[in-house]
Each structure stands twice: as C-alpha cells, then as structure tokens.
T-cell receptor, first 110, second 114 residues
Framework: KNEVEQSPQNLTAQEGEFITINCSYS?????LHWLQQHPGGGIVSLFM???GKKKHGRLIATINIQEKHSSLHITASHPRDSAVYIC????????????FGKGTLLTVNP | DVKVTQSSRYLVKRTGEKVFLECVQD?????MFWYRQDPGLGLRLIYF???????EKGDIPEGYSVSREKKERFSLILESASTNQTSMYLC?????????????FGDGTRLSIL
C-alpha cells in the first residue's frame, strides 16, 4: 500500500512570500494529484502530473519520479490562497483508488 | 464545467436512522466515489462505482452501502446510523477507465448523528 506523507502539516506565511509544500510517497505511481480545499469543504483539483512540472498562474507543481517526491509552490502568496492543500497518488494497477495525504493547512496573513 | 451536486450541505440525524446521501454529476462520468473526511485522518474512500450498477468497496465500507441505478447518480446509504459516522462526506466523479484522471468533488455534506 502506498504511504503518502505531506510536510509541513501547518504553514503560516505573510502575504507575498514564496510557499513550498512537499509530498513524498513510498511506491511508484502513475499519477500524482494536488487538490485545494477552502474552509467550508469544497475540493478543487489543481494539478495532475506524472512527470516534470506544471504551472497555472501563481501555482507550480513539480514531481521527481526517482525520488518519489512532489512539491507545490505558490509564488507571491495572497490571503485567498489560505486553504488545505492535499496530495493524492494513483498507484496504478487495475483499481481506481487514490491514496491521500493528510493535507497541509496554509494560512497567509495580510 | 463539471458540476457535482450533493443533496445537502448539513444534515442532522438520530442514531439508528437510515440515512441517504445523494450525489449527482452532469458530465457523463463513468466513475463516482464516496469519501469521508475526518480531522487528522484525511480523505478515506468508502465506496466507488465505475459503471451503472457496479460498485466496489473502498477502505472503510463497514456500515455503509451504495446504489448506482443511473450513470449520473450515486447514493450513499447509512443502514443504521451511529455516532461514529458523524463526519464530512464528499462525493466525486471522474472520466475514463482508470484512476489517473482528475476527480471533481461536490461541496460536501456535514453529517451529524445524535
């Protein structure tokens, strides 16, 4: 079974700071997802990647398959980025299951 | 845009009641999922369905059942609600025949069992 670890668990930043959230997993995967959950519950898929790097606005996601590690970066952070960020992996095979990390709570203060 | 709609945002029920949580998606997705989310435990898969009338157990199926009679609708049933089923419940859907497509989530139902 794939184990997914995120760090840090909690992160507080000042507006404008560069943010990095890390995700490590134990078994090879076919894809890794980054999700965002704002207070109130709704979850939004930010990225799905299997290699390299993806960028969307101020968000950048990278993955290193050999090291079994992914990072989510936020440039020029803003209070509206405050949310829980969740990493999830698809370990491949014939099932449809994702394995989720426990999430990183990000608070960006003005 | 994909829309996944859960029938209630907040629900309060009593121990022993039969509880139905409904989820509807409007994008003709093959796959639908039910998760529960608890502090410190993250998202855990209860059941998923990859086709109409098809279902598979997730990691924590005990005390739950599901129904998928139509492609767009996936229902979660708590046969006899217990207090340890108080939680946030999230439905999701995805396209394709594998788990490597983005999942689209509903807004969640916060269920309290008294």
């Amino acid at each position: 079974k794939n184990e997914v670890e995120q760090s840090p668990q909690n992160l507080t930043a000042q507006e404008g700071e560069f943010i990095t959230i890390n995700c490590s997993y134990s078994v090879g995967i076919s894809a890794l997802h980054w999700l965002q959950q704002h207070p109130g519950g709704g979850i939004v898929s930010l990225f799905m990647l299997s290699s390299g790097k993806k960028k969307h606005g101020r968000l950048i996601a990278t993955i290193n398959i050999q090291e079994k590690h992914s990072s989510l970066h936020i440039t020029a952070s803003h209070p509206r980025d405050s949310a829980v960020y969740i990493c999830a992996v698809d370990s491949g095979g014939s099932n449809y299951k994702l394995t989720f990390g426990k999430g990183t709570l990000l608070t960006v203060n003005p | 845009d994909v829309k996944v709609t859960q029938s209630s945002r907040y629900l309060v029920k009593r121990t022993g009641e039969k509880v139905f949580l409904e989820c509807v998606q409007d994008m003709d997705h093959e796959n639908m999922f039910w998760y529960r989310q608890d502090p410190g435990l993250g998202l855990r898969l209860i059941y998923f369905s990859y086709d109409v009338k098809m279902k598979e157990k997730g990691d924590i199926p005990e005390g739950y059942s599901v129904s998928r009679e139509k492609k767009e609708r996936f229902s979660l049933i708590l046969e006899s609600a217990s207090t340890n089923q108080t939680s946030m419940y999230l439905c999701a859907s995805s396209s394709g025949f594998r788990g490597n497509q983005p999942q689209h989530f509903g807004d969640g139902t916060r269920l309290s069992i008294l």
